[in-house]
């Protein structure tokens, strides 16, 4: 099973698209998806209509980390895969995961690109697919196998 961690805070907006397409590209996979809220959330996030595959939680504290952590306490998938709110991934990323973390690789990330033609952003992103000194991109979408996270 792989575990959809998505740290939170007052992302509302961002959720309300997210997790429905989340739930739809996984539904014939084994997924879990995990929302999890910083203790300071003031949104409405936690009453967006969801499947049962997904779990909103309020972490007892405020702090990406933290609530990446605390995810991870309640995930039961043997694969992690942290997400940020406001990011699409491609359809198949599942697959693209298994495939990789069944390679011989324990860990990974998704180079990204934004949705915004903006020279400066293009170049931000194409470092996000390159091994390197500049290669600061990726967290958007983080995995790794439960054993060694």
């Not at 992302?11 to 995990?34: C, F, H, Q, S």
């Not at 999890?36 to 972490?59: G, H, M």
């Not at 990330?109 to 020279?119: P, V």
């Amino acid at each position: 099973m792989i575990s959809i961690i998505i740290p939170a805070h007052n992302e509302e907006a961002n959720l309300k698209y997210l997790v429905p397409y989340l739930e739809e590209i996984t539904k014939e996979k084994k997924v879990e998806i995990i929302v999890v809220l910083s203790a300071t959330n003031s949104d409405n996030s936690v009453q967006i209509p969801c499947s049962l595959a997904t779990t909103f939680v309020i972490c007892e504290q405020s702090g990406r980390a933290i609530q990446m952590n605390c995810g991870a306490a309640q995930a039961k998938g043997d694969y992690l895969v942290f997400l940020h709110a406001d990011v699409k991934p491609p359809v198949d990323f599942i697959d693209n995961i298994k495939e990789t973390l069944n390679s011989y690789y324990d860990a990974g990330f998704f180079s990204y690109k934004f949705d915004k033609e903006n020279f400066l952003l293009r170049i931000n992103a194409s470092f996000t697919a390159k091994d390197g000194l500049f290669t600061g991109g990726g967290d958007q979408c983080l995995f790794i196998k439960k054993l060694f996270f």
